[in-house]
């Protein structure tokens, strides 16, 4: 495959992430325009999000366990479509029930999207380069988070909150034609990519349970980010736009660093990404009514967390310790549960602590991450059970055949001995 389209590809691949992302983070910035437009409370319109990461918590590995015989272009093209279409369902409905169903619909194919495109994207290059790769993939997601969601926001503002889903639709509609065109018909079970590089059960449980704690404790604190620039910091609430656009600025340059380093190291990668949201959370929580302080420490895990998740994909091509995709589909519903667990855990704290005990509750979850990462080093003293087999002449040294060829012809003689002996007494 030529180089040109290899980076066509991944050019869509990661053009897909920023859809994705930008889909399931939307409704946040049109909260009010939705809720004023389908006659609904603002709270249900918060429910589409919520219900969004549900169906792609309990969706992704039954999806991908299901489609797996399906060749990665027809499957990825397939979900692109299913975008496409969901996202202009929208645009033809004014009841609540069908935006619901749509956005539902949407997350089906997200969960499929995000199990395949990990595999699917490092198969264009050389292994050497698959954590880079998987890196610049996960990039488009960052990117929308403060580009994306963002102007979303403002031409729905504008025009009407379905003009915004209605851009949607259209970008879809682009990325489908990307892949479709670009990316190569790989067989699901063929290529470098289809399974882990170094299969091991133990290091996928404990990547699993890092990314779902790191991601519980990095969304307490950023839920109620708002809230902490402006009540703490002393922030206007104007100002709270520019802040959000430093963090997302220092997320591109995490993935940037993480894309540089991590094929030397994937797993020592991960557990700087996390040791360094541990300080900037921490420090965060000391010294937030120091207005610049708090942009910094901000921006700083910002760009820790978007380091982290660079890192998953390229630790599942590692350590998967069976087909990648179902092993992407468990990190993904992982990262879900996270996002899900992390907002409902700062919302417990903040009408007691407010977004001060928001922050300290993801410090403390995101430490113990850190202590969980660094529990990696152990899985190599840790003994692996062998069986017992009995020692054969090939693993046996000479002179132990001499000994026991010697020992054998003395019992051999002293059983000559004694019979001799007997048939004499006999006699």
Same mark, same amino acid.
């Given at each position: ?13 990661? *053009? ?42 309990? +969706? ?20 692109? +479509? ?24 949407? &997350?089906? @194919?997200?969960?499929?999207?995000? +199990? ?41 503002? #504008? ?12 970008? *879809? ?31 996928? *449980? ?8 790191? @991601? ?17 910091? *002393?922030?206007?609430?104007? &100002? ?117 005990? +928001? ?31 009995? #020692? ?22 002293? @059983? ?12």
């Amino acid at each position: 495959m030529g180089r040109i389209r290899a980076m066509g590809a991944l050019i869509g691949l990661c *053009g897909g992430t920023f859809l994705y992302t930008t889909a399931e983070a939307l409704p946040v910035g049109l909260l009010l325009p939705m809720a004023t437009d389908l006659a609904v409370s603002p709270a249900r319109v918060g429910a589409l999000v919520t219900a969004y990461g549900a169906v792609v918590t309990v +969706a992704s590995v039954p999806l991908a366990a299901l489609v797996r015989g399906v060749p990665r272009r027809r499957l990825l093209t397939a979900m692109l +479509a299913g975008f496409v279409a969901s996202s202009a369902v929208t645009l033809v409905t004014d009841t609540f029930a069908l935006v619901l169903a749509a956005r539902i619909a949407t &997350a089906a @194919t997200h969960a499929l999207f995000w +199990a395949v495109v990990v595999p699917a994207a490092a198969e264009l290059f050389r292994p050497g380069a698959r954590g880079r790769v998987v890196a610049l993939v996960f990039a488009g997601g960052n990117v929308a988070l403060f580009l994306g969601v963002p102007l979303g926001t403002w031409l729905g503002e #504008r025009a009407g909150w379905r003009a915004a889903f209605l851009a949607m639709a259209a970008a *879809g509609a682009v990325v489908l034609i990307v892949v479709a065109a670009l990316l190569p018909a790989t067989p699901p079970e063929e290529g470098h990519a289809a399974r882990g590089e170094a299969p091991d059960g133990r290091r996928f *449980g404990l990547l699993v349970a890092v990314a779902a704690v790191t @991601t519980t404790g990095a969304i307490a604190a950023y839920t109620y980010v708002a809230l902490f620039v402006t009540e703490v910091s *002393g922030f206007a609430p104007a &100002a709270v736009a520019a802040v959000l656009v430093a963090r997302g600025v220092a997320s591109l340059l995490g993935v940037g660093v993480v894309a540089a380093v991590v094929d030397r190291g994937p797993w020592t990668t991960m557990v700087g990404t996390v040791a360094v949201q541990a300080v900037a959370l921490v420090g965060l929580f000391a010294a937030g009514r120091q207005p610049w302080a708090a942009v910094a420490l901000i921006a700083v895990a910002g760009l820790g967390f978007a380091g982290f998740t660079a890192t998953l994909g390229g630790l599942v091509l590692r350590v998967a310790p069976g087909r990648s995709d179902l092993a992407g589909a468990t990190v993904s519903a992982a990262v879900n549960v996270g996002i899900a667990g992390g907002a409902f855990a700062g919302g417990l704290v903040l009408p007691g602590h407010g977004p001060r005990g +928001a922050v300290l509750v993801g410090a403390v979850l995101v430490g113990i991450a850190l202590a969980l990462a660094l529990c990696e080093r152990r899985l190599d003293r840790a003994p692996a059970p062998q069986a017992t087999r009995p #020692r054969s002449a090939s693993h046996t040294s000479p002179s132990a055949i001499a000994a026991g060829n010697a020992s054998a012809s003395t019992s051999r003689s002293s @059983t000559s001995r004694r019979t001799r002996s007997h048939a004499s007494s006999g006699t």
